[in-house]
Structures are given as C-alpha cells and as structure tokens.
C-alpha cells in the first residue's frame, strides 16, 4: 500500500494513520504510518485478501493526495466486459402516452431528461397492468437489466417495477430517493424477451433499459463490474 499525503500545509496529518483489509477495529490491520517527513509511506499486508481497503485516524484529520493498492498480477480481479443486447432492439407498449414510444428506451441514450426525446411513457387507463417490452435477437443468457429513471419529474415511476426476462421474475425495482439508476439481476438465465410490468394502471416512464450479458472476463481491465457503477442499487 502507497499512501501519498498532502505537501503544502498538512504535512504530518497522516501520522497514526492505521491501515485496514475491511472494516476500521474490526478487519486485518496491516500496519500504522509513523510520520517521519517523507511524503509517501509503505504499509505491507504480506497478502492479506480482501474487497475493502480502510484508512482510519482517531480523533484527527486525515489528509491524503493518493491511495495506491498493490497486488501480484497472478492475483488482479477477474473483471466482466458486458454488452447491452437491447440496443436499438424492437421494442412494444401497452399504451403511449406523451408521445413517447416504446423505442426511447433502448436508442442508446440514457439521459434522464425528458425534453430531450429519450424516454419511454405508458400507461393501462383500462386496468390489467402497464406493461413495456423488447425482443432480443435469440435466446441470450442475461447477467442483469439496468433501468435508467427520468431526473427531472416523476423519478418514482419506478418504484414497484416488475422485470420478466420471458416468463422468469428476474427481481423487482423499489424506488430509492435519489437514486437515478437501477439493476436487476438475472443470474445467466436464459430468454428472448424482456418485459418491464406495473400492477394497476401506474404510469412507466423509462429513460433507458440496458439489458446486459458477460462477453468475456480479463484480468484487471474491461468495464468496471456493474455492481460498481450502480453504487450496489441491486436487487434480487
């Protein structure tokens, strides 16, 4: 571990600095900075595994310029790369409403803002359920469906969403405050269709839905997993 602190004023404020795999007092303690003048400091773990790096200070401020992470490469993290299968796919809804048709959701854009002619709107007047859905180009192993919410109005429309991959429940959407995207996980199952249902004659408003398969696995590169870039905003 390679812990660079600031140069200008706060030379020193690492000083007691402890260095954790997991969680402060209750994960590996690696070891603890001693402040002695030198602008960057080395703490080894001696190959102590884990998925979280914690820096703590009592009772101080804690000052750092960089964090660096140092393992074997034999050791890099197997990273997925995904491809979105629902790209400018043929997609169908219940009902348009706003002039916003099912084709919005899957043309690539994910801004959440309606004006700008990217999201999807339907809603059942008639009872049944609302319903949106996209064919896939055949049968396709489905590692999670990402659903884009719109930013400047109604971002709970999501709330209470039903994701089918073909007849299987893959998981459903609870609506967090602030929260602007959501992933779905489909656990590799296997379908050609995606459906996105509502219960009653709730309105669906999707500004993208991404629906995403593993192509391959490299070590230590690809696109971040999208646990990462959703903030863990997985449901079961």
Known sequence: K??????????????GAKVWIGASKTGHMCGQVHYD???SYTIECLGVTGNQ??????????????????????????????SNVALNR????????????????VDGNTSGQFREGSCSV?????GGGTWWGVELANMTAVHSIIIHAREDCCTAHVDGLQVYLGSKLCGRVQYEAGALSY???????EGSEVVIKKDGNGVITLCEVEVLVVEEEERGGGRANVDDLLRNRLTD
């Open 37 to 39: 003048g030198s602008s």
């Open 90 to 105: 043929t997609a169908t809804q219940g009902h348009t409403k706003k002039k916003a048709p099912a084709a919005r959701a």
């Open 2 to 15: 390679q812990w660079y602190q600031r140069r200008v004023r706060w030379r020193g404020r690492i000083d």
């Open 122 to 126: 339907t809603q059942n007047l008639g």
């Open 53 to 82: 790096i914690t820096v703590s200070l009592d009772d101080n401020i804690l000052g750092m310029c960089e964090v660096e992470v140092i393992v074997e490469e034999g050791n890099l993290p197997v990273i997925p790369n995904y």
């Open 183 to 189: 992933a779905v996980r489909c656990g590799g199952a």
